[in-house]
């Protein structure tokens, strides 16, 4: 998260809660794998795709530099 920030004590910009929900993603897509019935899990696992989703929508709209490091660094499609 150290690589998203903008200064140290950055938690709450939108690069930041992007990286960090990717992470969250990240972790919870192995653990569905692993656990298939688990349904509570995707259901967080669907809230948490599309809040990244609208958080990158917003980076687009306001800073477009920022939302193509973003998705590049982050491996991201569009």
Do not use: W
Not at 3 to 16: A, E, I, L, R
Not at 38 to 46: E, I, K, N, Q
Not at 48 to 75: A, H, V
């Amino acid at each position: 998260m150290n690589n998203y920030k903008t200064s140290p004590k950055d938690t709450g910009s939108s690069v930041v809660q992007v990286a960090i929900l990717s992470e969250r993603i990240t972790v919870l897509s192995e653990h569905l794998k692993s656990n298939k019935k688990d349904f509570g899990s995707r259901r967080g696992l669907l809230r948490m795709i599309g809040l990244r989703r609208r958080l990158l929508s917003f980076l687009q709209r306001k800073d477009e530099k920022r939302y193509q490091d973003t998705i590049s660094k982050l491996n991201l499609r569009k």
